[in-house]
T-cell receptor, first 115, second 116 residues
């Protein structure tokens, strides 16, 4: 299943670097999501875009900056991260908008390590 | 408050054994959806099932079956005749409902190890 792709799959960065994570969905969906998965913690919803408009920002620090240029692409721009930001970052998409309960389909994730 | 609890952190079984993964949820909504996802070592969450609160029929898909009981707020997942390829972390999730239906509340996950 290659409905949702993410690049890069692995990323190591220093605290002063700037990098971006990319997500692309090939399913024609209207909503896209960023999740953070830290060790021993449940998945945490970070951002939601519905019809290219940000509809949810779950108290995420400003060092994480999302961008959704169109309904198929979602970026997460990273700058001046902390070691505790090391985690698996998962992208997902769903058919409907954020108000619906459509199934979310996930990408393979980007394993981020902040040194 | 909405919450999903997967009390079993890790389960280890031998191939061909049956195994049940527990999921208990809390919500005040009368309309809600429950999900199960599988996360193999590769990292991707693979969708397994979606069930709405008005459909309490049990579901079977091959070796997988799900038991939804509103009376106990549980949505348990059973794998029959487990295989090594079933080794993964399994997540139960609840949709937030209302105008945030797309928000999923995940449990902590259960790591299943199936040994040959």
């Amino acid at each position: 299943e290659t409905g949702v792709t993410q690049t890069p799959r692995h990323l190591v960065m220093g605290m002063t670097n700037k990098k971006s994570l990319k997500c692309e969905q090939h399913l024609g969906h209207n909503a896209m999501y960023w999740y953070k998965q830290s060790a021993k913690k449940p998945l945490e919803l970070m951002f939601v875009y519905s019809l290219e408009e940000r509809v949810e920002n779950n108290s995420v620090p400003s060092r994480f900056s999302p961008e959704c240029p169109n309904s198929s692409h979602l970026f997460l721009h990273l700058h001046t991260l902390q070691p505790e930001d090391s985690a698996l970052y998962l992208c997902a998409s769903s058919q409907g908008t954020f108000t619906s309960t459509d199934t979310q389909y996930f990408g393979p994730g980007t394993r981020l390590t902040v040194l | 408050a909405q919450k999903v609890t997967q009390a079993q952190t890790e389960i280890s079984v031998v191939e061909k054994e049956d195994v049940t993964l527990d999921c208990v949820y809390e919500t005040r909504d009368t309309t809600y959806y429950l999900f199960w996802y599988k996360q193999p070592p590769s990292g991707e969450l693979v969708f397994l099932i979606r069930r709405n609160s008005f459909d309490e029929q049990n579901e079977i898909s091959g070796r997988y079956s799900w038991n939804f009981q509103k009376s106990t707020s549980s949505f348990n997942f059973t794998i029959t005749a487990s295989q090594v390829v079933d080794s993964a972390v399994y997540f139960c999730a609840l949709s937030a409902g209302g105008n945030q239906g797309g928000k999923l509340i995940f449990g902590q996950g259960t790591e299943l190890s199936v040994k040959p």
